[in-house]
């Protein structure tokens, strides 16, 4: 497939091309350059001067975890029997099916995170997947990491039940306790491998198992915060454990931007347009986003859908533009910044040689991250599901 006459936004190290090509294999990104290639196949697109670009991603949602339009039956997000739950995994819960990942591809979303949700201090597994496909298998791209909240939503599920966290401090004993007790079993683990006559093997423990590879930096820690106190609090537990942290929210992170960049914490912002539905959200303001991008911390943008329905993602990245972040960083906190900070920027997140051909058009000097703005061509790995 050959995809000519574009302005070519790579948001990689090609910066933007005016006039470009770009051409796939049928799945990746084979080659791109400047200028009209000299043979033109007769199935190519002409770009008509619009633009090319990733696609979307979004960081942090709860897509097909939470569908749309179903109550109870259709909620699969928070397994609130148990405050420490990491041995629940999301894709485990997710419904393709669910009819907002439409809504996510015919907005140019090529890719999410869904997150097991905030009730518990841990809540499970992370994965990163297309926003295409009938089997959540085959759209998986990446297990991420491991959802952790803190603040208000682990005290107000469990202060109803009146049993542990009711506190902060109760909701931070709970994840330290599991942690421990997974490096414990680690090390008990690799004594029997080294010496299996005189060790014996740990009973099993799904919880520690989940834990394992957050423990080896396999995974990243996401933690849930919106205070600023509650970031301090997630970056004093990730250097106990010397594991890898990332920041939901951050809802106050502009409070405290400079020591968030002195720890190179990436944070994911957002829900931008919403209300302040809740006390630790009442220092909600959309300049976070820029002022932490300004103080040199690795922002990306997220809906939480369902919060902000998903097809919303790219006017939310324009709020931040409103709020002080440049519209270039804006494109960035919904391609490249999101893949890095999943981890998946080696397949999608920027336009680059090798790379899944992830792709979105837009008509001539149409603005992506407009409320009225579509795109006339959408693609997941290669395969046109918008056109």
Known sequence: MLIYNAKIITLGNKGTIENGWLETDGKKIKSFGAGIPDNIPENSIDADGGT???????????????????????????????????????????????????????????????????????????????????????????????KFALGENPKRVYNGRDEAPVTRMATVAIIRDGLYKSRRYAHDMDSYYSDNENCEPPEYDIKCEALMPLLERKQKAFFHCH??????????????FSIDLVIIHGTEGYKIADIIAEEEIPVISGPLICDRCKPEMKGLEISNTAVLTENGVKTAICTDHTVIPIQYLPISALTAVKGGLSYESALKAITIIPAEILGIDEKTGSIEVGKDADLQIYRKNENPLELMSEPMFVMIDGKIIRS
């Open 52 to 146: 090319l670009l990733p696609g979307f991603i979004d960081a942090h949602t709860h897509l097909g975890i939470i569908e749309d339009g179903i109550d109870f039956e259709g909620d699969d997000c928070n397994e609130s029997t148990d405050p420490f739950t990491p041995e629940m995994r999301a894709i485990d819960g997710i419904n393709p099916f669910d009819r907002c990942f439409e809504e996510a591809r015919m907005r140019g979303i090529t890719a999410v995170a869904s997150s097991p949700g905030s009730a518990n201090a841990c809540g499970g597994e992370i994965c990163a997947v297309k926003t295409a496909g009938r089997r959540i298998d085959d759209m998986l791209i990446k297990k991420c990491g491991i």
């Open 227 to 240: 205070r600023a106190d509650d970031i301090c609090t997630a970056m004093r537990i990730a250097k106990e």
